[in-house]
């Protein structure tokens, strides 16, 4: 087990690139391998959850030519090309491979079974087998949690579904599934979530809607192979720009960020406390909007997050909490309880580290109020949670001693390099194995 020895650190000027986008690359190896011809991906992220999924498509016949560590070609099968894997399919630690992986799998002639590890086998599943199960796929489980059966053979068709919760997961399951359905599909979300599935859809040539929270799609279309540059991951520059905008005299630019509007709720919570960030050199990459995002030190006021950028933001929670943390007087959460289902329960998981730290924090079922003051040093647990590793870290360097943070293995999962990242920042994150 590896922990993360973090001591208070300075901040300067800096320029940092951070690794690229998760959910993007996920998608990319997914429509790449159901896609006609070859799919040129840059800007890969080569992480333990992107490489679960590459690894489970070679596993069903797919050729991924891997040139370096970021750059591709997925040969692509089409819709009906995968062949049966010899064994399970282990998706490590990631809910986005298993969730769209389902709603793929259900489509094909032979069943599959998908395992993760100790984390992804405790969170819920039920979300994405009942519109499967509505669709006529055939999936058992173990009581909603994996692993997953997915029984192939069984036709598809299409349906009119809202989603219970907001998650761009079922979403995009709902319509990878819907490709192999009769009919057009039509998904209603609560509230707007990531849309890179969409986006890339439409960049392979499929004819797909999306306005208004309403996504619908025509089953039985035939997507082309593209060329698909990923940006860097907004999610992991959060930390190095909480990092930035933490430290007494810092001026830090973070190159080629993805900025797509159903991602950047982070930005817009971060100013709405007082953070000084900017965007420049905004530009498309492909389907995707990019730009070099600006963050300079700032003095961060506590307040009433919105509860409407929650969707749009999802993944940012734990660092948020840490800013929150370290803002004047108290911030106050609402309508996060999706936070308790994901790598860990991360409301519960920050809590606890946060108290450790010295800061007091009132958890509620969906919320939590955090009164801002000064972080100790201390040893925390991540919880096996790479975001929950990666923003105790952050807190670290403004601890006012050093700060231990424990079983930070996981961080491969979404950011290979982060301790290298924020060194090159000026903070000193030493990866060491537990003694
Ligand atoms: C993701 C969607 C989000 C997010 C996850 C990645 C995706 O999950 O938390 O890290 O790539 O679609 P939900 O959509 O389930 O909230």
Known sequence: MIDFHVEPSIVRQAKVTVPGDKSISHRALILGSLAAGATEISGFLASEDCLATLTAFRNMGVRIEQHDDVTLTVNG??????????????????GTAMRLMAGVLCGQSFDTTLTGDESLSKRPMRRAITPLEQMGARITSDDGKPPLVIHGGH?????????????????????????YAKGRTVVFEPAVTRDHTERMLAAMGVDIQSAAGRISIEGRQTLTGTRIQV???????????????????????????????TRTGVIDILRALGADVSLENRQTLGHEPVADIRVRSSTLRGGRVDPALVSLAIDEFPVLFVAAAAAEGKTTFTGIGELRVKESDRIAAMASGLRTLGIAIEESDDGAIITGGSFSGGVVESLADHR??????????????????????????????????????????CAEQDA
Do not use: W
């Open 77 to 94: 099968v089409g819709l009906h090309g995968l062949t049966p894997p010899a064994k399970t399919l282990d998706l490590g630690n990631s």
């Open 155 to 179: 036709r598809l068709n299409a349906i009119d579904y809202s989603l219970p919760v907001a998650s761009a997961q079922v979403k995009s399951c709902i319509l990878l599934a819907a490709l």
């Open 231 to 261: 940006p860097a991951d907004l999610s992991s520059a959060a930390f190095v720009m909480l990092a930035a905008i933490l430290a007494d005299d810092a001026d830090v630019l973070i190159t080629n960020v993805g900025v797509n509007p």
């Open 388 to 429: 929950i590793a990666m923003a105790f870290a952050v807190a670290g360097s403004v601890a006012t001693g050093p700060v231990t943070v424990r079983d930070v293995d996981n961080v491969q999962t979404s950011f290979p390099g982060f301790s290298e990242i924020m060194s090159t920042l000026g903070v000193s994150v």
